[in-house]
């Protein structure tokens, strides 16, 4: 390889700690409240996950799952990062996280809403919940809203067509719905008065 290959191949992967950091710090520190010493923290178990997988391309779904569980997303800082250590190509690395829809290239809120647009889902209204909840939020499929508390996603199925349509908020099934009810639900969970778990 001569140096200009060897050049470009190290432009294409560079990527500072710096331009991540801001990124989670916007996201940690600014809009969840969290210190800043979870960003160092976030730093060091991340160079870890790294260092356990180096130049083990077939890890990287592993290694996607360990960093969406860590930071809460991916951003594409981090996934050059972890395309230079596993040795693929980041775009290889956005293939994967575009195509699974666990992961996510931006933070995800508080609740995690999930709304089915399956066939029976769809039959019953669907649409037209999406379409509140969007107006209602300002937000679209994969997006969330400004203060972190929501975020929304737009499945194919969620398994329970019986209850349709059908979402659910942080893995838990609400059925029967109309756009209303959607509503009332998502902002009894925006004031406490539905818990997690």
């Known amino acids: 390889m001569s140096a200009l290959e060897e050049r470009e191949l190290q432009d294409y992967y560079e990527v500072e700690w710096d331009d991540i950091n801001s990124e989670l710090k916007a996201v940690l520190v600014e809009k969840k ?69 666990h992961f996510s290239e931006k933070p995800k809120g508080k609740y995690k809403i999930a709304l089915c647009k399956g066939t029976a889902c769809y039959v019953k209204g669907s649409a037209e919940i999406i379409k509140k909840i969007e107006e209602k939020y300002g937000i679209k499929s994969g997006e969330s809203t400004d203060d972190g508390m929501f975020s929304l996603e737009v499945v194919r199925c969620l398994g329970a067509c019986g209850l349709a349509p059908v979402m659910t908020v942080n893995g838990k099934a609400h059925g029967l719905l109309n756009p209303e009810k959607a509503i009332n639900i998502l902002e009894k969970y925006r004031k406490g008065e539905i818990k997690e778990g």
């Open 33 to 101: 409240g969290k210190e800043e010493s979870e960003i160092d923290r976030i730093h060091e178990e991340f160079a870890r996950i790294i260092a356990e997988n180096r130049g083990k391309p077939e890890a990287l779904i592993e290694v996607l799952h360990q960093v969406q569980e860590l930071i809460g997303f991916i951003p594409k800082a981090v996934q050059k990062e972890i395309a230079k250590g596993l040795g693929v190509s980041p775009g290889e690395v956005a293939s994967v996280i575009s195509f699974y829809a």
